[in-house]
C-alpha cells in the first residue's frame, strides 16, 4: 500500500511538469513489458514479481492518462459535462 502511494505522488509530480503524451508513451511501453513478463512468470515469485510490477506500471499510466483526459476535456468545453454527471 505504502508503495501504491508512493508511485502515485510521484508520477503525480512528474505529471505535472512534464508533457503527458509522453509519459503515456513512456507508461505504455512499461506496461507492455509487465505483460511480456507474464508469458515467462513459471514460480510463485515470478507470478509475484511480474504482477508487483505490473500493478505499477499500470498506476505510472493511470496518472498522466486521467491528466490528459482533463486537459481535453478542459479544451473542448466538456469539463462542466463530466464533473455533473459522475
Same mark, same amino acid.
Given at each position: 500500500?505504502? %508503495?501504491?502511494?508512493? #508511485?502515485?505522488? /510521484?508520477? &503525480?509530480?512528474?505529471?505535472?511538469?512534464?508533457?503527458? +503524451?509522453?509519459? %503515456?508513451? %513512456? &507508461? *505504455?511501453? %512499461?506496461?507492455? /513489458? !509487465?505483460? +511480456? &513478463? @507474464?508469458?515467462? !512468470?513459471?514460480?510463485?515469485?515470478?507470478?509475484?514479481? #511480474?504482477?508487483?510490477?505490473?500493478?505499477? *506500471?499500470?498506476?505510472?499510466?493511470?496518472?498522466?492518462?486521467? !491528466? $490528459?483526459?482533463?486537459?481535453?476535456?478542459?479544451? @473542448? &468545453?466538456?469539463?462542466? /459535462?463530466?464533473? *455533473? $454527471?459522475?
Amino acid at each position: 500500500m505504502n %508503495l501504491s502511494l508512493f #508511485v502515485f505522488y /510521484f508520477m &503525480g509530480n512528474i505529471t505535472d511538469k512534464h508533457d503527458k +503524451i509522453k509519459l %503515456l508513451n %513512456l &507508461g *505504455t511501453v %512499461l506496461y507492455f /513489458f !509487465a505483460w +511480456i &513478463g @507474464r508469458i515467462f !512468470a513459471d514460480s510463485s515469485f515470478k507470478i509475484l514479481a #511480474v504482477d508487483s510490477y505490473k500493478n505499477m *506500471t499500470e498506476k505510472i499510466l493511470q496518472i498522466p492518462w486521467s !491528466a $490528459q483526459s482533463y486537459d481535453l476535456a478542459i479544451q @473542448r &468545453g466538456y469539463f462542466r /459535462f463530466i464533473v *455533473t $454527471q459522475l
